[in-house]
């Protein structure tokens, strides 16, 4: 009974910007990493950024100086701040997290989003 709901994506020139969001809700008693994956057509998914429940994050090379991830905790919502779009940076955006359900004898399971889709022009 867990949900991770992106939002935020869309169509954007290069060099334009969007903000992406996700959601978590549900029977949730903790939420460790949190992170951003990408995959285009043909491609592996793979890491965008991810950020501990600590504040630690951590980004893609291909990223670096250009986006950035952040989380509000009371909210259980992690974003991911994109400047500077380039083509190669379209993909379907799918959130992760590392959650904690309310049952008692619970363990860490992961859990996705259904994903968002940024197309970036050129």
């Known amino acids: 009974q867990v949900q991770l709901v992106e939002s935020g994506g869309g169509l954007v020139q290069a060099g334009g910007s969007l903000r992406l969001s996700c959601v978590a809700s549900?029977?949730?008693?903790?939420?460790?990493?949190m992170g951003w994956y990408r995959q285009a057509p043909g491609n592996q998914r793979e890491l965008v950024a991810d950020?501990?429940?600590?504040?630690?994050?951590n980004y893609a090379d291909s990223v670096k100086g250009r986006f950035t991830i952040s989380r509000d905790d009371v909210f259980r919502t992690v974003y991911l701040q994109m400047n500077s779009l380039k083509p190669e940076d379209t993909a379907v955006y799918y959130c992760?997290?590392?959650?904690?359900?309310?049952?008692?004898?619970?363990?860490?399971?992961?859990?996705w989003g259904q994903g968002t889709q940024v197309t970036v022009s050129s």
């Open positions: 992760n997290a590392d959650v904690r359900t309310l049952a008692l004898l619970s363990d860490w399971d992961d859990y």
């Open positions: 549900g029977s949730i008693r903790s939420i460790a990493d």
């Open positions: 950020i501990t429940s600590g504040g630690s994050a």
